[in-house]
């Protein structure tokens, strides 16, 4: 039992005057390669990292919720009943938007039929808020968890994962695609999946021995990424039109040329659609090379990705770039990219054991030259996907 299970413990008690009955824990995930895919229908490679949402909770007999986050400092309390009509109200108070998420999943859980009954809560996490680690998506996947648990059901991680990107999409408001909510839930220890967004098929692969994979914060934070990424996802939507295909997955790259030829796609839609079309051949690639052990051309896949977003998806910058650069600058990085959404959040690595210490030093002192943000590295092995927790 770590420190954050017995304060969850301790904090949980001194809340609701009894003990917790039951704790899960959801985690962060970090995408190697394979960005901006998801909502194409394409391929990811995640991992889940060490870093998760913990929540540990009680049912009860009635239909009022109450949550404490230790995080903010916080307790909500709303209600699941059907005497509160159709819809639980999002929180009004900015303060208290982090419950927009927890609510978000009830209301899921509500349009799916279920009567929900009553739960109290207390939740802690350790992933960085707003970073690209997908905070949102374990706060979610563990809430569904607790939820489900509370009233004796049991889901498949993958049903879990799509009721929890339901409520993001249609209650948080961001249009995002699966890669972050099926990662926490159905993540693998010791692997990282390749993830077929069309078919939910997650295959792991393990991840080169020798090699650690290193999350770099740049500190800053993703200020307009909603309305930046649903641009994004409008911009490939309406691509796929032109090409008279579903999703770009289905596009190749000597299709995109004749398109190209044809003039059916505008100088900006093409840069997208190159991108997507050749991350997901990218990411396939890169599945083999861990398959096959070949750390370097991992690395060059890597590299190439981070190009692309930044020149033709048009979502890194400054300080994402400055990263990348001087990571692969470093003696015994292989390849480095942005993850996650952009526009800001972390970087990630392939680095050679043997140098994984100096390269955390010098990438932050080196960074911290160049912007006065509150940057941050983390190692990490590859976790596994949601579940319970022993709470001791
Ligand atoms: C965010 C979204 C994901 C995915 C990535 C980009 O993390 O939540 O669905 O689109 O951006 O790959």
């Given amino acids: 039992m770590d420190h954050r299970t017995i304060e969850l413990r301790t904090a949980f008690k001194q809340s609701f005057g009894s003990d917790a009955q039951v704790a899960v824990r959801a985690p962060g995930r970090v995408n190697l390669i394979g960005e901006h895919t998801d909502y194409n229908d394409g391929f990811c490679l995640p991992m889940a990292i060490e870093r998760d949402v913990l929540i540990a909770y009680r049912s009860r007999s009635d239909t009022t919720v109450r949550v404490l986050s230790l995080q903010q400092k916080n307790l909500e309390i709303f209600d699941v009943g059907p005497s509160e009509g159709n819809r639980i109200h999002k929180s009004s108070q900015v303060s208290a938007r982090w419950a927009d998420y927890i609510k978000g999943c009830a209301q899921v859980l509500r349009e799916e039929g279920l009567k929900l009954h009553g739960v109290d809560m207390a939740l802690t996490g350790d992933v960085p808020l707003g970073s690209g680690l997908s905070s949102s998506a374990a706060l979610e996947v563990a809430t569904m968890l607790a939820l489900l648990g509370a009233n004796g059901l049991t889901f498949s991680a993958e049903k879990i994962a799509k009721l929890a990107q339901r409520a993001e999409n249609t209650y948080v408001g961001t249009q995002c695609g699966i890669l972050d909510q099926l990662s926490s839930a159905c993540a693998v220890h010791g692997q990282a999946m390749l993830m077929d967004c069309r078919t939910l098929a997650l295959t792991p692969a393990p991840l080169p021995k020798g090699i650690s994979v290193v999350i770099a914060d740049t ?14 996802r409008a911009q490939c939507e309406a691509g796929a039109r032109a090409l008279g295909v579903s999703h770009l ?8 040329w004749q398109a190209r030829q044809a003039g059916k796609l505008d100088a900006v839609a093409l840069k997208r659609c190159e991108h997507v079309v050749a991350e997901n051949g990218r990411t396939v690639a890169a599945f083999a090379c861990l398959t096959s052990g070949n750390a370097e051309a991992f690395g060059q896949l890597m590299d190439q990705s981070h190009a692309d977003l930044r020149d033709k998806f048009e979502v890194s910058c400054r300080e994402l770039d400055d990263m990348v650069a001087i990571s692969r600058a470093l003696p015994g990085c292989l390849g480095s990219r942005m993850t996650g959404a952009g526009f800001g959040g972390c970087t990630v690595s392939l680095v050679k054991d043997e140098h994984t210490s100096a390269f955390a030093s010098s990438l932050a002192s080196a960074y911290k030259k160049l912007h006065d943000l509150p940057m941050a590295v983390y190692l990490t092995c590859a976790a596994a996907g949601a579940g319970p927790v022993v709470l001791g």
Avoid: F, H, Q, T
Wanted: aromatic residues 4%.
């Fill in 219 to 232: 500190g800053k934070r993703r200020g307009l990424v909603d309305s930046a990424y649903n641009e994004r």
């Fill in 249 to 256: 997955r289905d596009v190749s790259m000597a299709g995109l």
